[in-house]
């Protein structure tokens, strides 16, 4: 089996950013989205990317802001990728990729199943990030909507995962990869070295 992909999201500190890279996560994310209880600085981004190995993706995230601002700050933060979770279309994405950065579109996992079979495809290509209906909320959402119209390309898993229950839930979703930020804090907003450690062992099947 093709050894599972983990991003964990809303890092803030050096000590979170150390943790996730020691962990052995493929991508850290950040949040610039307004409203959040893990939304960092520009400036803040740019120190924690510099100490991150170049084999790890460093991922802003964004939700329906001006693809203007996106990649302004996404180029003043130095990431690798632009991760984006609202409304935004499949020419945008395009937009963001042509200037420079790799990319995540996610979409709540009932809106994806909602598409018709036509809109899907238009997503095939792209990597995509299936979440629940809020996201950041720690809700895991019915994997069962998705019977039948799952992602055939590269996608994550996101939503309400915990070290407990993300091993479970990715073999039965079929995802390549799992996405967490709430399930591995001591409390809102503040990540722990011990969970992110046993959740990437929990994805990845390896034990702790």
């Known amino acids: 089996m093709t ?19 020691d962990a052995g996560a493929d ?22 990317v510099g100490a991150v190995p ?17 990649l302004e700050i996404s180029r003043a933060a130095g990431v690798s ?18 200037a420079g950065f790799r990319t995540l579109r996610a979409f709540s996992a009932p809106a994806f199943a909602a598409m018709s079979a036509g809109e899907r ?19 895991v959402f019915d994997a069962s909507v998705l019977r039948g119209c799952a992602p055939g390309g590269f996608w994550l898993l996101a939503g309400g995962l915990t070290p407990s ?4 839930l990715l073999e039965g979703s079929g995802a390549g990869g799992a996405d967490v930020s709430s ?19 929990a994805a990845r099947g390896t034990g702790a």
């Open 165 to 168: 229950n993300v091993g479970a």
């Open 54 to 70: 170049d084999s790890v993706e460093t991922v802003a995230v964004f939700r329906n802001q001006p693809l203007a601002v996106v």
């Open 3 to 21: 050894e599972r992909y983990v991003k964990i999201c809303g890092l803030r500190t050096p000590e979170m950013v150390s943790a996730a890279v």
């Open 27 to 48: 991508a850290l994310g950040f949040i610039f989205a307004p409203g959040s209880a893990r939304t960092v600085g520009v400036e803040t981004v740019r120190g924690l």
């Open 81 to 98: 990728t632009v991760q984006l979770h609202g409304d935004e279309t499949l020419e945008e994405l395009q937009q963001v990729q042509a």
């Open 183 to 201: 399930g591995v804090e001591s409390r809102r907003g503040v990540k722990d070295a011990g969970l992110i450690r046993s959740f990437v062992h």
């Open 121 to 139: 495809a238009a997503w095939a290509g792209e990597r995509i990030l299936l979440d629940a209906v809020e996201p950041g909320a720690g809700e």
